[in-house]
């Protein structure tokens, strides 16, 4: 994405809810030149975290949510299975 200031663009709110935001400036930390951009309210958001249009930013979000569901699942998996030893060392 092409970023000459200001700009507008989508990002996700944490409670997922997709929000345009105008960008103001670069943000530049000690360990990345390209760290991200800094919003008008003063908000810094990484790269990854800005998204072109608002379809994108909620594309995002799915892929976000299914990769925490699949964690939830590995460990339902693992506390399923060490119930299942509790249970088998009650009898």
Same mark, same amino acid.
């Given at each position: 994405?092409?970023?000459? &200031?200001?700009?507008k ?12 935001? /105008?960008?103001?400036?670069?943000? $530049? ?5 390209? &760290? ?11 790269r ?7 379809? $994108?930013?909620i ?5 976000? *949510? ?7 699942a ?8 060490? *119930? /299942?030893?509790?249970k088998?060392? /009650?009898?």
């Amino acid at each position: 994405m092409e970023r000459s &200031y200001p700009y507008k663009a989508w990002i996700l709110m944490p409670s997922f809810k997709p929000v345009e935001v /105008e960008f103001v400036k670069p943000y $530049e930390a000690f360990s990345f030149e390209d &760290y991200g951009d800094l919003t008008a309210k003063g908000k810094i958001m990484r790269r990854d975290e800005i998204h072109a249009s608002k379809s $994108e930013a909620i594309k995002v979000g799915h892929e976000r *949510l299914a990769k925490s569901r699949a964690q939830i699942a590995k460990l339902q998996f693992g506390h399923d299975k060490k *119930l /299942e030893a509790l249970k088998k060392a /009650e009898k």
